[in-house]
């Protein structure tokens, strides 16, 4: 939840009614709310199955196969996050240093670089510990997290006035292109402020009974923040007017100044800029262990296999991924959003989907302590979810990610020849035979 609830909503929201020039644009709140929980069952089956720190590298791994494909597709998983965590932690830094700018009126545009990449840098400071620490810090962050967002909340209901939420523009709902390319863009933001659902994945390996922990963690965070969006996007929508939502940069901020004033806009700033903190914290918690459970399997380079010589805990990884987002957060916000749900997608979001099918017919050994109701049916509704959000995020975005692809199938062809790896090992066997 702390991933979850972190920059996301406060920063998108004026980005959302502009992929539809109006309210209508919740529909795409509801919509990923829908493919987040169906996603989700996906996620909770899959980490129930196999609770190991690295998440999607395993699962991948033994849903194509350990010893053939399923080597490609674990490596591609690995690639992807080097390339995704940064993108994630960059917008969410980015987002910090927007909502900075209500507090600093006469920030430069250098200014608010230099602020996005020290909070990348900060947030590696703070994670250079072990994970019992780390926890502990985790929960004091999460309950600020939800102090704002109740404060947020109750204030849009103590002030909300319906005529604004349905105040359409006309032809909002015409089944056109463009209100369905536009329905796929509100949907692709969305998940952006959804995502996170997930994270307990990948450090599994460090949580008490996780047959039981990552399924409810995941399943009652997906449902919890989508009523908490829902509410708290409808409320403030209800009190500041959407066209003047749209040319906002703290929409938060603002829509507590025309309620309260100034003094009590700067305090939702400050727990904001927390959030956002906390946020960025919880995200690279969970993908620095990610490569670090594939190096410590010989997938992945070396290096990130290294832990602190007293604390424990994935050092190289950490340093890596950290100083990747600071670079990162040099970027657009939309260009890192886009980017983000794209490159998963490609890569992990639809290959994993397939993963659970796989497993559930080729490897009945796995014991799998959660099942998905309705199975297949979540699986599906999953997969054409990501399929229509990729197709409306653009052709520009959607040839980076192929290109990312191809170039990650390259490494691993280059890597599996000097391992002789699959499909390396495959054939020299023939030979030899």
């Known amino acids: 939840m702390l991933e979850m609830i972190g920059v996301g909503p406060f920063i998108t929201i004026p980005i959302l009614l502009a992929k539809m020039n109006g309210p209508q644009a919740i ?9 987040a929980l169906c996603d989700g069952m996906v996620w909770a089956e899959l980490g129930a199955a196999m609770p190991g720190t690295g998440g999607p590298y395993h699962y991948l791994s033994e849903g194509y196969g350990p010893r053939k494909l399923g080597q490609l597709m674990s490596f591609l998983f690995i690639w992807q996050t080097v390339a995704l965590a940064p993108l994630s932690i960059g917008s969410g830094a980015v987002g910090f240093a927007q909502y900075a700018r209500f507090l ?5 545009v250098l200014d608010e670089k230099v602020i996005a990449v020290g909070v990348c840098l900060l947030i590696t400071v703070l994670l250079y510990r ?23 909340t109750v204030a849009g ?35 952006y402020d959804y995502g996170g659902y997930n994270n307990v994945c990948f450090f599994a390996g460090e949580v008490r009974r996780p047959e039981r922990v990552i399924p409810q963690s995941i399943l009652l965070s997906i449902i919890a923040v989508a009523a908490l969006y829902l509410t708290m996007n409808v409320t403030i929508i209800g009190v500041v007017p959407w066209r003047e939502a749209i040319r906002s940069t703290a929409i938060v901020s603002d829509f507590i100044q025309r309620i309260y ?4 806009a700067a305090a939702v700033t400050v727990l904001v800029l927390w959030t956002t903190l906390a946020s960025v914290f919880a995200v690279l918690l969970g993908y620095s262990r990610v490569p670090y459970a594939a190096a410590v399997d010989g997938r992945f380079f070396a290096p990130f296999a290294r832990l602190h010589p007293t604390k424990n ?36 979001f639809m290959a994993q989907i397939f993963a659970v099918t796989l497993i559930r017919r080729r490897r ?19 997969f ?41 090992a495959v054939q020299q066997a023939g030979v030899d035979a």
Do not use: C
């Open 27 to 35: 529909l795409g709140w509801v919509l990923g709310a829908l493919v």
């Open 104 to 108: 600093y009126k006469d920030m430069s």
């Open 130 to 152: 072990d994970i019992r620490t780390v926890g502990r810090l985790s929960v004091v962050m999460w309950v600020v997290v939800i102090g704002t967002v109740a404060w947020i």
């Open 157 to 191: 209901l103590l002030h909300f006035d319906p005529r604004r939420v349905l105040n359409f523009p006309p032809g909002a709902f015409s089944p056109s292109p463009a209100f369905f390319f536009g329905l796929g863009g509100a949907t692709l933001i969305a998940m």
């Open 261 to 264: 004033g100034m003094k009590a």
């Open 313 to 348: 805990f994935p050092h190289f990884s950490l340093l890596f991924i950290g100083i990747l987002s600071a670079a990162a957060s040099l970027l657009q916000l939309d260009v890192l959003i886009n980017g983000l749900i794209v490159i998963q997608v490609l890569i992990q």
């Open 364 to 382: 009945p050994d796995i014991a799998r302590p959660f099942r998905m109701p309705l199975y297949p049916l979540p699986s599906v509704v999953a």
């Open 384 to 424: 054409i979810g990501w399929l229509y959000i990729l197709i409306a995020s653009g052709l520009a975005y959607i040839l980076a990610g192929l290109g990312l692809l191809v170039f990650g199938v390259g490494a691993y062809l280059w890597r599996a020849r000097a391992s002789r790896e699959w499909p390396f």
